[in-house]
């Protein structure tokens, strides 16, 4: 993913974690960060995740998939390497 995106997803991440339509994403981040992840790691795995799934709305040329995204939270946290590619 390009990291020039990243701060507009997290952009993205936080109105989600305040919105009552995705109460799953601020359940991702307090289970992140109860596993010891900061504040701007569990934004930025989060982050990753909703990249993905954006990537795979305009390669496939169809609509957001929340069922895809969340279960990609739920697979959280990324390994160390993994997130910082």
């Known amino acids: 993913m390009n ?35 900061s504040d701007t790691e569990a934004k930025s795995q989060i982050a990753l995740c909703l990249g993905e799934e954006m990537d795979q709305v305009l390669r496939k040329r169809r609509g957001f998939d929340e069922k895809s995204y969340r279960a990609s939270l739920e697979a959280l946290p990324m390994p160390d390497d993994e997130g910082d590619s």
Not at 13 to 37: D, F, I, M
Request: charged share 20%.
């Open 3 to 37: 990291d020039d995106l990243l701060p507009d997803l997290i952009a993205a991440v936080e109105q989600q974690l305040v919105s009552p339509q995705t109460p799953y994403v601020a359940k991702a981040h307090a289970r992140l960060t109860k596993l010891g992840l």
